[in-house]
């Protein structure tokens, strides 16, 4: 499985992105009934997860820090999985990554950088 993560970029405080994954080399029947997930890896800190979401979308779970401002989802027809982020703040400055959930268990991608100024 192959995760291409992307939509990263530098934005200042208040400002919103959209994130997206693009997951191939597998198949529907594998990634439909999986729980997917955002992960965040902020510099000198390990890996979290930032917001899951499970199969046909009917659980969406969240940080207490991005709660109320992240919001995701996913497309399965597509096999893609996506982030908003509002309300950005300097705090939310790290590599973001997909994969599912909780198992992470499909090969991370590099992963998109996001970079909030103040």
């Known amino acids: 499985v192959q995760l291409q993560a992307s939509g990263g970029g530098l934005v200042q405080a208040g400002g919103s992105l959209r994130l997206s994954c693009k997951v191939t080399?597998?198949?529907?029947?594998?990634?439909?009934?999986?729980?997917v997930a955002w992960y965040r890896q902020q510099p000198g800190k390990q890996r979290t997860v930032v917001a899951s979401?499970?199969?046909?979308?009917?659980?969406?779970n969240y940080a207490d820090s991005v709660n109320g401002r992240f919001t995701i989802s996913r497309d399965n027809a597509n096999k893609r999985i996506y982030l908003q982020m509002n309300s950005l703040q300097p705090d939310d400055t790290a590599t973001y990554y997909c994969n599912n959930y909780p198992e992470s268990s499909w090969h991370w991608g590099q992963g998109t950088q996001v970079t909030v100024s103040s």
């Open positions: 080399g597998v198949i529907s029947s594998v990634f439909n009934p999986a729980t």
């Open positions: 979401i499970t199969r046909l979308s009917a659980t969406t």
